[in-house]
């Protein structure tokens, strides 16, 4: 029997910057969710990750998006994925170039949005894959993968309700308290218009 070939640590990253976190538009070694990989002999794959918030409803979604990209390479063994919290991840574990286009870290962000006026109004369309995955495709034609929560709430961007009413809405829809989910709201709001997915806040036209 011929011994399967052994698979690298690059191989196993290759595949994991294309597993896209869905709340934000950034693959997830980039993001700096990876901890560590190990490769043993017989190619079966421990890696240690972590999530960007201990609430955040998308572990099972992300570890299973993990498992099927490594799978795709040949002579994978078994497949484990550890979530842990210890470091906690932070900002800082991005990759710097993307936080830079990200405007993470910057004194004042991309949009400025006021909370009690600006109105979200969604735009881009969305793309059911053949493996079940879902994306958000913008007006250039650049997708992004997301899951069925990130679409609802694209969805629920429909220009008649400002960032505060969406923060009441799915408070009391996921029974979360009001300031954790207006936080993760406007985080959101903020990637879905750096990924061009909504239409920006209005600017003062200049005197």
Not at 191 to 201: S, T, V
């Amino acid at each position: 029997m011929v011994n399967p070939q052994q698979i690298s640590k690059e191989q196993v990253f290759s595949e994991l910057r294309k597993c896209m976190d869905p709340e934000v538009p950034v693959n997830v070694v980039d993001l700096g969710l990876i901890y560590g990989v190990n490769v043993s002999d017989k190619n079966d794959v421990d890696i240690k990750m972590t999530m960007t918030t201990r609430g955040c409803p998308l572990h099972d979604t992300l570890v299973g998006d993990v498992k099927k990209y490594l799978n795709k390479l040949d002579g994978i063994g078994l497949i484990n994925v550890e979530i842990v919290w210890d470091p906690p991840w932070s900002i800082e574990k991005m990759n710097p170039a993307v936080r830079e286009k990200l405007g993470y870290g910057k004194p004042s962000l991309r949009f400025q949005i006021d909370y009690n006026t600006f109105l979200p109004l969604k735009k881009g369309k969305m793309l059911q894959q053949e493996d079940g995955s879902i994306s958000l495709v913008n007006e250039k034609e650049q997708g992004f993968m997301v899951n069925e929560n990130i679409v609802n709430f694209w969805n629920s961007c429909d220009g008649n309700k400002t960032i505060n009413q969406l923060a009441d809405s799915f408070s009391a829809k996921l029974n979360l308290p009001r300031q954790q989910v207006e936080q993760e709201v406007v985080q959101l709001i903020q990637q879905l218009l750096e990924a061009e997915l909504l239409n920006p806040p209005s600017t003062p036209t200049p005197k």
